[in-house]
């Protein structure tokens, strides 16, 4: 599933494109707040959906090699996380919806789950 598509399915707003521009395809999604079960993550493609909002989410995406986060509850980046998404090509979406909201969505859109 393409980011925009993602951005339209969970009435999304992208904060930063990280080099995905909107045309790299994901096929899984894992939604966790818990940063050391992101970091078990061992697959291409997937997107984190999470309610943590802090710069160790950015930091935790980086080194499992995660190119695109949800943060969702309506939770808003802030400067640090933005300019660490960019300078490492991480694309930030924030939704309004809850993380299971938005899981349920992309799942009935074909996401696929990590486990």
Known sequence: MRISKIVDLINGRI??????????????AFSSDLMSDVLRINNDNTVLITGLCNIQTIRTVEMAEIKCVIIARGKKSDSMMT???????ICIIETEYSVFRVSGILYQNGIKPIY
Do not use: H, P
């Open 83 to 89: 300019e660490l998404a960019e300078e490492n090509d």
């Open 15 to 28: 904060i930063t494109q990280g080099n995905q521009k909107n045309d790299f395809e994901f096929s899984y």
